[in-house]
């Protein structure tokens, strides 16, 4: 049996690399990335509403940011498959743009009036949100189970002790 002392740290960086290129484990993989991000997003967003700028300022930035930074990351292949694309595609993307430029806006105003320790576990909440969408809109793609909503009375529960 093989201990991790025993493998060199370019075969644990390998096995990481493979693990990343597992496709069963990039959905997973991304949203603990995108946890992380946006806790750390919590934190800056609360020092520079409270030390530098208004909400609304620090909402366009971060969008602008944003959008710069992933055309950077994604250009190119982006737009190719974006052109091949049904004209009602660019209206979901035009609802989700809208959506994700609001959704920042309240969440910048709610860090510069409330403590990101109450603002964050609030914002938590968002997955009842998606989960009664995911019901009414995406029934063939998405199953909701009594699990799902299980879980997500317990985030609630978790978000009134933390609030209390």
Same mark, same amino acid.
């Given at each position: ?41 919590? &934190? #800056?967003?609360?020092? =520079? ?7 609304? $300022?620090?909402?366009? *930035?971060?969008? /602008?940011? !944003? ?49 990101? &320790? #109450?603002?964050?576990? =609030? ?7 998606? $989960?009664?969408?995911? *019901?009414?809109? /995406?029934? !063939? ?24």
């Amino acid at each position: 049996m093989c201990s991790w002392r025993d493998n060199d740290p370019g075969e644990s960086e390998m096995n990481i690399i493979r693990l990343f290129r597992a496709t069963e484990y990039r959905g997973y993989i991304f949203a603990v990335c995108a946890a992380s991000i946006y806790g750390l997003m919590a &934190v #800056l967003g609360k020092m =520079i509403t409270t030390e530098f700028a208004s909400p609304m $300022i620090v909402s366009a *930035f971060s969008l /602008l940011f !944003g959008l710069f930074i992933t055309g950077v990351i994604f250009g190119k292949k982006s737009m190719s498959n974006v052109v091949r694309r049904p004209m009602s595609g660019y209206l979901y993307m035009l609802g989700a743009g809208c959506a994700s430029a609001f959704g920042v806006s309240c969440w910048y105003l709610a860090l510069s009036k409330a403590p990101v &320790v #109450l603002v964050t576990p =609030i914002i938590a909440v968002n997955p009842l949100v998606t $989960i009664g969408l995911s *019901f009414l809109f /995406l029934k !063939g793609l998405e199953k909701v189970t009594r699990r799902t909503i299980w879980g997500a009375l317990l985030v609630v529960f978790g978000v009134v002790l933390i609030s209390l």
